[in-house]
């Protein structure tokens, strides 16, 4: 018989509809047997139980060497074999007849060590852990093969087992001689053992005192014992060294007339931020043995052991490829990498998240055998498995209906099946974690772990390229599937399961940005939300393919779920064992179905509370007692808290931290919050938050406090203020706001680099030193990250907020602020807050007059956390602490930074030597950069994702980093540049002249292809990386190829107009002045503008006029058009030689504004189409935001910034940066780089969708600014330079090579 199938997710298996599991039991009437993992009984022959001392399980074979040693050590009453072993059957010996069996251990040696720790024997004993760790460190040390090796050691430990692994370390710890042993101590894992004792242990000692005599090893386990408190004391000190796990039992050992837990999850857990805590759904002797492969509980133990051993090999092979690249070798050069050191090197590169395990775990425990079978048996189900329907099936319910549980079987369903399951289970607000493109990573990881294609593929790209932004949906999104996996042919076995999508931060993107339009056609995807209309809209919007609907929506319905919910009812009423007769269980049953309406949490509620009554009556009341709204479920449990008057206050102030934080918190994290706002600190949170939240709140496995269902929260914000536990956003957010400002300024971010607070020196006679209370800094990162979220939320109207806003500005707790914030090497945090702080000034100016010097003081210090987060972006990342001493100085000398903090006279005289050109003496200027060219003037820019490109009339083209300033490379096109255009990802730069297109690498700056043309061009466009579509003034279209070289040429000229938009649609004689294009994931949209004729709307590949925009009024020519590339905002904008701007409908034709006097030269939308740049012939470049209805109607352009540079030269071209916050323009011989503050923007639309609320006045906008023009520095070069690396002297000192400032040259007065 062929052993079981394994997949690389062990836990997504479970045992088989109906399949039962028999165990063999002992006698388990006496706390005796409740201890012991096997027959405990003097007459237990040796080879049963197994061998004492060190043995030798498993040993690699050649060529394999071992990377590690794993050690099993049992507890009381078990042995070397027996303790692992579900039967006496060899196979179901774990450690010896699974693990060497799995390829991911084939290079793991494997031992397991026996002790006599046998209770039962008539004898005294006078060994205890100290004595058994004595013999389990000498028998590492001498054992040959982990002596002559540099192996790293993993412990097992079950029970007391555990204790025992933590003696060993503290005397390898405390012994020289044993150093060698201590330091290749690697991880721990921890199965059931009572580090704080048990109460069944002091039961034992007293039966055994009376019996056979006392055995130390049993004392040394009772509670309160003196030698676990000296162990868990030592090991606190040296455990940071150590990956921790510790897993815990949920269910009591049964038998006679014992029904209770052994080891509880508090002395089961260490509580060590290192440590991994989760349950297991099993009692305490079946922690460690297992049935089958296929048990839950062996996958998640298997799961967690592999990452400790990848752990060790990733330091192997990621060392392994830092050295190739030392050395010069080419990625071809580089050693073949075997699956698990290649998983290893993805894991790193990836960074995917690794709690999927216990995710999908918490579901298959509620899934009933032989439940959600309805739905694989739905024909949209089973044309969506087989590709004859839609690849994308997206099923909508409400909340709680047991969507996430259909999604289980789901992945069970398609694991056994010839293809490939990746899936990813979505929580609410997890910014850290649960992000769109966390979702994205962790599909592409477990698509490298099924399918050896994806995996070499990856490793490739891994080699190539190891630095990029992870955090990046886009991105990432482009770099792993649409440039690498999706062009394998292996996509089509691939399935994905994303279940809880609307509980997934940014869950939008999916739509806005079309991610799911680019889903290969072999490709299938099955999601779960709530039925949200945002979510409907986007899917319907995803059109057609092949005549089939790209998305299917299965809508659930009560009666769908009705049976999955009977078999859930049924089988836990039959567990718990009451009501007793068969006939009252039934009933029962259709009481509760008909009282749940359809919602799984409400029946699992009421079950848990059917646990503690045992009568009738009180199984009654409990019904009766819970109303049938979920709301009123909530609130009855609610009353337990307001019925303890120690509790509410506590209550109150967790339930609010956890309702309104951005993401959840961890356990320390809460702590630290409750501390900072009621000034108590709580004792053994992961007990005491569930208790006094009367379980309306949960800690998860990785320690984070959350509700135990989203719709808590929404019944928590929606009770009206007499309800004690309710939760007003805006006076929430304001108390939060006000303790993290109060936390941040109270030293906290600068005791992290000092080790203890700053104690300014005093004058005077010296006191005796009084050491400082401890800082508490588990709640900074949160605070540095998210307080200006809070911020943003809070009400304007409290003077004290803003009071302390101003403190914050006014000492150098905000340099520590941006110091902390660049050290996590991502300075999105700084202008996020400048957003936020914007909205919040705003609203404030309805309580303050606007000269308010608060006011005027913080929106300054806006200004100047825009300004330096662009500036010395570059130097910030390098080294965070210059923000202190070198970047003041350097700021102009009226913004709040530099007088404030840029006035010491030592650093002054320190610079007194040097004069700074570039930056403005006084104010700060929106222009980061002015780059001058001699020869030539500037035609066209364009910026893509990587870079932005200057083209001039001499055919020079420029290349700059955007991040740096930096030219990176320069190339020249054979003639004047006329337009340039990025592929996807920048992997090609395409540009054309009159006569002829050539395509660059633009990284390396070589030509790869050139094409000679014959008409002028209008606009270029690419079609992934491998097409080119071109318009020409001859009214043709033109279609290459560019691997081939071939390509396509057609005339829309003769084409048959048959529109009923327009009147007159013919085709003009004379050729057209404008074109654009817009690529869709269905269409390729094509816009031709003439001389006194409208505008026109064609398909582009298929050559089909879709309509006409006409202004009505006749135009005299056209200067640019530009689509909105934001399918949500489907407009096309039209500047007119009369300075007219109109912007269209382009799927209704229909003109929605028309702004005169704009006299725009060349538009660019931005990449999220909320703005829109106009150059004009003046010389300014102005920014209007789209201004949409809830319709999805353009009602205006308002415009929110302009350069007002009216007597410089026409704009020839402008160009967004990707993320909007910038944008260049190209005029007569310069370029120019600007960052406007008021680019930095937060519409309300946020405010109104996010966790919180905003104050009536939140409507209030601030008035447009448009800035006044400044002096910039302009350096004219034969080949231009933004900024040079140098490293020169003063009189006094060195200034740092790395410290090369933007937009500035450092020259020697």
């Known amino acids: 018989m062929d052993p079981p199938r394994t997949t690389p997710f062990g836990f997504l298996t479970r045992p088989a509809p109906g399949q039962r599991r028999f165990v063999a039991r002992t006698n388990t009437s006496s706390p005796l047997a409740l201890w012991s993992t096997s027959t405990t009984t003097a007459e237990s022959s040796s080879d049963e139980k197994g061998a004492l001392g060190l043995t030798t399980l498993h040993e690699p074979t050649s060529p394999s060497e071992p990377v590690a040693d794993i050690v099993f050590i049992h507890g009381l009453g078990g042995g070397s ?3 692992w072993s579900f039967s006496s059957d060899p196979q179901h ?27 039962a024997e008539r004898k005294q004993s006078v060994l205890d852990i100290h004595g058994f760790s004595q013999i389990l460190l000498g028998a590492l040390r001498n054992h040959p093969a982990i002596r002559r090796s540099r192996t790293r050691v993993i412990f097992i430990g079950h029970s007391m087992g555990g204790c025992v692994a933590k003696k060993t370390y503290i005397l390898a710890r405390q012994d020289p001689t044993a150093s060698d042993i201590a330091s290749r101590i690697h991880s721990m894992f921890f199965l059931g053992t009572p580090h704080r004792g048990s109460d069944l242990a002091a039961v034992l000692e007293n039966m055994l005192a009376v019996t056979w005599g006392r055995k130390p090893f049993v004392g040394d386990l009772t509670p309160n014992s003196s030698v676990l408190a000296a162990i868990n004391d030592s090991f606190r000190h040296y455990a940071p060294d150590l990956r921790l796990w510790s897993f815990y039992e949920t269910l009591p050992v049964r038998g006679g007339m014992m029904n209770r837990i052994v080891v509880d999850q508090h002395s089961a857990t260490l509580g060590y931020h290192n440590e991994e805590i989760a349950p297991m759904h099993a009692d305490h002797r079946q922690v460690c043995k297992f049935e089958t492969r296929l048990d839950p509980n062996y996958n998640m133990l298997r799961n967690a052991l592999l990452t400790a051993v990848d752990t060790i090999r990733s330091s192997l092979v990621l060392g392994t490829v830092h050295t190739i690249h030392d050395k010069g070798g080419s990625p071809d050069a580089r050693p073949k990498l075997s699956p698990a050191e290649a998983l290893t090197l993805l894991r790193a590169f990836l960074g995917p998240r690794d709690l999927l395990e216990g995710d999908l775990y918490s579901l298959q425990i509620l899934k009933q055998p032989g439940s959600c079978e309805w739905f694989t048996n739905q024909p949209e189900f089973q044309d969506w498995k087989s590709g004859k329907g839609a690849g994308i099936l997206w099923l909508m319910g409400r909340p709680a209906t047991g969507k996430s549980v259909i999604s289980c079987h789901i992945i069970e369903h398609l694991t056994p099946l010839d293809s490939f399951c990746s899936y990813f289970i979505c929580k609410h607000s997890k910014t850290g974690d649960s992000t769109i493109s966390e979702c994205f990573r962790s599909l592409a990881f477990q698509m490298a772990v099924q399918d050896d294609m994806v995996r070499d593929a990856l490793v490739q790209l891994a080699n190539d390229d190891p630095s990029w932004d992870k955090n990046d949906d886009s991105s990432v999104w482009r770099r792993l599937f649409v440039g690498c996996i999706f062009k394998l042919p292996s996509v089509a076995r691939h399935f994905w399961v994303l279940d ?13 940005k079309r991610f799911l339009t680019v889903l290969p056609d072999g490709l299938r995807l099955f999601a779960t939300s709530r039925g949200l209309e945002e979510i409907e809209r986007g899917l319907s919007g995803l059109g057609v393919r092949r005549e089939v609907k790209k998305a299917s929506i299965y809508t659930l319905s009560d009666s769908d779920t009705l049976h999955d919910m009977k078999l859930f009812v049924t089988s836990k009423l039959e567990e718990l064992g009451r009501p007793e007769s068969l006939q009252d269980r039934e009933d029962m049953c259709e009481k509760m ?30 019904l009766e007692e819970i109303p049938p709204d979920l709301f009123d479920l909530y609130s009855h449990m609610a009353q337990s808290i307001l019925s303890n008057g120690r509790k509410t206050t506590l209550a109150r102030s967790i339930i609010s931290w956890i309702a309104l934080c951005t993401r959840p918190l961890t356990m320390d994290e809460l702590r630290c919050a409750v501390k900072l706002e009621m000034g108590q600190t709580l004792q053994n949170p992961a007990r005491a938050i569930p208790d006094i939240c009367a379980q309306l709140v949960y800690i998860d496995k990785n320690a984070r406090a959350h509700f135990i269902h989203e719709t808590v929260r929404e019944f928590l914000l929606q009770q009206h203020h007499d309800f004690a536990l309710a939760v007003d956003k805006t006076e929430g957010h304001t108390t939060i706001a006000s303790t993290l400002l109060k936390y941040i300024c109270s030293g906290v971010p600068k005791s ?3 080790g203890q607070p700053s104690i300014g020196r005093t004058r005077g006679f010296s006191r005796p030193a009084v050491a400082p209370a401890a800082l508490d800094l588990s709640l900074l990162a949160y605070a540095v990250e998210f307080l ?9 109207a409290d003077d004290c907020l803003m009071a302390m806003l101003c403190d914050f500005f006014r000492t150098t707790t905000v340099l520590e602020w941006i110091d902390k914030v660049a050290g996590n090497k991502d300075l999105t945090a700084i202008p996020r807050t400048a957003m936020n702080l914007r909205a919040y000034l705003g609203r404030r100016t309805r309580y303050a007059p606007p000269a308010d010097p608060s006011i005027q003081m913080v929106d300054k210090w806006i200004t100047d956390l825009i300004r330096v987060a662009a500036k010395f972006r570059a130097q910030l990342l390098t080294c965070p602490s210059s923000i202190h001493c070198l970047i003041p100085p350097l700021c102009p000398t009226d913004s709040p930074i530099s007088r404030t903090f840029g006035q010491d006279s030592r650093l002054l005289s320190r610079l007194s030597t040097l004069r700074v050109q570039g930056l403005p003496s006084s104010s700060w200027d929106d222009c980061l950069i002015r780059i001058d060219f001699r020869k030539g003037q500037t035609t066209t820019v364009s910026h893509g994702d990587r870079f ?19 030219c990176v490379n320069r190339m020249l096109h054979p003639e004047r540049v006329k337009i340039l255009e990025f592929s996807p990802e920048d992997v090609f730069l395409a540009s054309c002249g009159a006569k002829r297109l050539v395509v660059w690498e633009p990284k390396a700056g070589a030509m790869i292809y050139s094409f000679p043309i014959q008409s002028s061009p209008l606009c270029l466009t690419f079609l992934g990386v491998d097409e080119l579509l071109c318009a020409f003034q001859s009214s043709e279209l033109t279609k290459l190829t560019l691997e081939s070289g071939e390509h396509e040429t057609i005339s829309w000229k003769e084409v048959d107009c048959n529109v009923h938009q327009a009147d007159d649609c013919g085709i003009p004689a004379q050729p057209p002045s404008r074109a654009t294009f817009l690529v869709t994931a269905d269409h390729v949209l094509m816009a031709a503008g003439y001389r006194g004729h409208p505008v026109m709307i064609w398909d582009a590949l298929e050559l089909r006029l879709l309509g006409v925009c006409d202004v009505k009024t006749g135009n005299n020519g056209i200067t640019d058009m530009a689509f909105n590339v934001n399918p949500e905002i489907p407009v096309l904008t039209v500047s007119y030689q009369d300075g007219t701007l109109a912007v269209f409908d382009y799927t209704t034709m229909v003109l929605q504004v028309r702004r005169p006097h704009v006299c725009a030269y060349t538009l660019a939308c931005s990449a999220d189409g909320q703005s829109l740049l106009a150059g004009t012939n003046q010389g300014a470049v102005e920014v209007f935001e789209f201004e949409v209805t809830h319709t999805g109607v353009v009602a205006a352009l308002t415009p929110i910034y302009c350069t007002n540079h009216p007597l410089d030269s026409t704009i020839r071209g402008v160009a967004f940066s990707r993320d909007g916050l910038r944008f260049v323009d190209v005029r007569a011989q310069q ?5 406007p503050a008021a680019l930095v923007r937060r519409g309300m639309s946020e405010l109104e969708s996010s966790v919180g609320n905003f104050e009536p006045d939140a409507h209030t906008r601030p008035s447009l600014q448009v800035p006044k023009p400044t002096g910039m520095l302009t350096t004219v070069l034969e080949d231009p330079e933004i900024t040079s690396s140098l490293g020169f002297c003063t009189s006094i000192g060195a200034v740092p090579r790395w410290f090369a400032w933007q937009s500035a040259a450092l020259e020697k007065s």
């Not at 932005?948 to 930096?966: E, H, K, T, W």
């Open 81 to 83: 074999r027996k303790t």
């Open 788 to 796: 200006s979220e809070h911020i943003f939320r809070a009400t304007s």
């Open 93 to 119: 010996y774990w450690p010896q007849a699974w693990l060497p069996d799995d390829g991911d251990f084939a290079d793991v040696r494997i031992h397991t060590f026996g002790y006599k720790a046998d209770w």
């Open 1231 to 1235: 370029a120019r780089v600007w960052a």
């Open 593 to 622: 179905l008909a009282k749940s309406r359809g919602s799984f949490l409400w029946v699992r509620l009421v079950l848990q509370q059917f646990e503690d009554a045992w009568t009738d009556e009180a199984m009654e009341a409990v």
């Open 752 to 754: 992290q680099h000092t």
């Open 948 to 966: 932005f490109a200057v083209g001039l009339s001499n055919g020079r083209i420029s290349l700059y980093d955007p991040a740096s300033m930096q």
């Open 500 to 512: 809880g999508v609307d509980e997934c931060a940014g869950y939008s993107a999916l739509f806005t």
